[in-house]
C-alpha cells in the first residue's frame, strides 16, 4: 500500500540556519510527490512538486527538494531558513485514481519551529 | 483570485446531530476532496469526487457521506455526529491528472460535544 513516513514530528532551527526536512515514500510505480506547507490557522499551500525528470526540483519560497529513487526519499531543502518559515510541512505522494484523479496520501507533518 | 471556500471556520454540534459541512470552488475544477486533519495523523481522506454526483470512498469513510449536485459544491454530511468526529476538516479540488496540485480551503474546525 502506498504510504508518507516523516520521521521528524518536530524540528527547531536557528533563522539563518540551513534546513532540511525529510520524507520517505512507499509506492509501487513512479511517484508523484509533493511537498506543502500549512501556517497556523490556514490551509495547505503547495511548495513543490515531482513528477519526472531533473530530480531537484525549485519550489516557492527558496525551497527545494531532491528526489532519490534509490532511497525512497523526497526530502525538502532550504539554505537559510527566515522566521516566517514556521509551519507544518507535509510530503505527500499522488496514488491516482484511474489515471484521471490525483488523490494524495500525506505523511503525519513536521512542525518546524525557527529561533531569533 | 480562485478559491476553495468552507462556509463555517469554526462549528459546535452536539453528540448525534446531523451536521453539514459545505465547501465551493472557483475553479470549475474536476475533482474535490474532503480530508480530516489530527494531530500526530496527518491529513487522512474521507471522500472524493472526480465528477458530478459521482463518489468514491477514502481511507476513512465510516460515519460520513458526501453530496456532489454542482460541479463547484461538495458536502460532507455527519449523520449522526459523534465525539471522535472532533477534528479540523479540509477541503480541496484540484483538475483532473495526477499532476495537478490540490488547491486547500482554510478548514472548518468542528467540535463534537
Known amino acids: 500500500a502506498q504510504s508518507v513516513t516523516q520521521p521528524d514530528i518536530h524540528i527547531t532551527v536557528s533563522e539563518g540556519a540551513s534546513l532540511e526536512l525529510r520524507c520517505n515514500y512507499s509506492?509501487?510505480?513512479?511517484?508523484?510527490l509533493f511537498w506543502y506547507v500549512q501556517s497556523p490557522g490556514q490551509g495547505l499551500q503547495l511548495l513543490l512538486k515531482?513528477?519526472?525528470?531533473?530530480?531537484l526540483v525549485q519550489g516557492i519560497k527558496g525551497f527545494e527538494a531532491e528526489f532519490k529513487r534509490s532511497q525512497s526519499s523526497f526530502n525538502l531543502r532550504k539554505p537559510s531558513v527566515h522566521w516566517s518559515d514556521a509551519a507544518e510541512y507535509f510530503c505527500?505522494?499522488?496514488?491516482?485514481?484511474?489515471?484521471?484523479?490525483?488523490?494524495?496520501?500525506f505523511g503525519t507533518g513536521t512542525l518546524l519551529a525557527v529561533q531569533p | 483570485d480562485v478559491k476553495v471556500t468552507q462556509s463555517s471556520r469554526y462549528l459546535v454540534k452536539r453528540t448525534g446531530e446531523k451536521v453539514f459541512l459545505e465547501c465551493v470552488q472557483d475553479?470549475?475544477?474536476?475533482?474535490m476532496f474532503w480530508y480530516r486533519q489530527d494531530p500526530g495523523l496527518g491529513l487522512r481522506l474521507i471522500y472524493f469526487?472526480?465528477?458530478?454526483?459521482?463518489?468514491e470512498k477514502g481511507d476513512i469513510p465510516e460515519g460520513y457521506s458526501v453530496s456532489r449536485e454542482k460541479k463547484e459544491r461538495f458536502s460532507l454530511i455527519l449523520e449522526s455526529a459523534s465525539t471522535n468526529q472532533t477534528s479540523m476538516y479540509l477541503c480541496?479540488?484540484?483538475?483532473?491528472?495526477?499532476?495537478?496540485?490540490?488547491?486547500f480551503g482554510s478548514g472548518t474546525q468542528l467540535s463534537v460535544l
Open positions: 469526487s472526480y465528477d458530478v454526483k459521482m463518489k
Open positions: 515531482y513528477f519526472s525528470g531533473d530530480t
Open positions: 480541496a479540488s484540484s483538475l483532473g491528472g495526477r499532476e495537478e496540485k490540490l488547491l
Open positions: 509506492y509501487g510505480a513512479t511517484p508523484y
Open positions: 505527500a505522494v499522488g496514488a491516482g485514481y484511474g489515471g484521471a484523479t490525483n488523490k494524495l496520501i
Open positions: 475553479m470549475d475544477h474536476e475533482n
